[in-house]
T-cell receptor, first 113, second 112 residues
Framework: GAGVSQSPRYKVTKRGQDVALRCDPI?????LYWYRQALGQGPEFLTY????????KSGLPNDRFSAERPEGSISTLTIQRTEQRDSAMYRC???????????FGPGTRLTVT | DQQVKQNSPSLSVQEGRISILNCDYT??????FLWYKKYPAEGPTFLIS?????DKNEDGRFTVFLNKSAKHLSLHIVPSQPGDSAVYFC???????????FGDGTTLTVKP
């Protein structure tokens, strides 16, 4: 079946612009996660949802970052007023529940110039 | 403070031999551990997991060992194959945490 998809795969934006990253989880998966991954490091937790409820947003770096999953399926991670330090790979994952393995998408490579 | 550490950034083994990848953790609350494999230009894929009530879990060529007293786990791949060449991430979580904490990965190269 279809895996987790993310769009766009690559995004180049100018500093100060807002960006929206989309995640399409595996159908039926309850949990959805957002991670950020720097080169040579493991995924770093940002936030996660069970259904449409945001359960934990403790990993969001500051209030420029927000996420939503309004219908319990597709999720959007929004970064406002982007800064160069926001450049990274942003990964989405979904899972059948909060205590199970996660299925990762291919990621969105964000570059802020 | 990194709660999950993979101290070896890289490992190289000969095809057919055993690969042993190590992972240490510091948070005593962690009770579920996972290994993910990642090929270039792809997202990590789940490989194998272990609950803290066990000290070993086996799936084909892959075995994960957990030593709770040492807060250490390891992934054994026997026999190693060139297709196993990838980055391996160790991850840990605890009941109802939702999120997983990842190590920085070990790049395994299996030479033919």
């Amino acid at each position: 079946g279809a895996g987790v998809s993310q769009s766009p795969r690559y995004k180049v934006t100018k500093r100060g612009q807002d960006v929206a990253l989309r995640c399409d989880p595996i159908s039926g998966h309850v949990s959805l996660y957002w991670y950020r991954q720097a080169l040579g490091q493991g995924p770093e937790f940002l936030t996660y949802f069970n259904y449409e409820a945001q359960q934990d947003k403790s990993g969001l770096p500051n209030d420029r970052f927000s996420a939503e999953r309004p219908e319990g399926s597709i999720s959007t991670l929004t970064i406002q007023r982007t800064e160069q330090r926001d450049s990274a790979m942003y990964r989405c994952a979904s899972g059948p529940g909060p205590d199970y393995e996660q299925y990762f998408g291919p990621g969105t490579r964000l570059t802020v110039t | 403070d990194q709660q999950v550490k993979q101290n070896s950034p890289s490992l190289s083994v000969q095809e057919g031999r055993i690969s042993i990848l190590n992972c240490d953790y510091t948070n005593s609350m962690f009770d579920y551990f996972l290994w993910y494999k990642k090929y270039p230009a792809e997202g990590p894929t789940f490989l194998i997991s272990i609950s803290s009530i066990k000290d070993k879990n086996e799936d084909g060529r892959f075995t994960v060992f957990l030593n709770k007293s040492a807060k250490h786990l390891s992934l054994h791949i026997v026999p190693s194959q060139p297709g196993d060449s990838a980055v391996y991430f160790c991850a840990a979580t605890y009941t109802n945490a939702g999120k997983s904490t990842f190590g920085d990965g070990t790049t395994l190269t299996v030479k033919p």
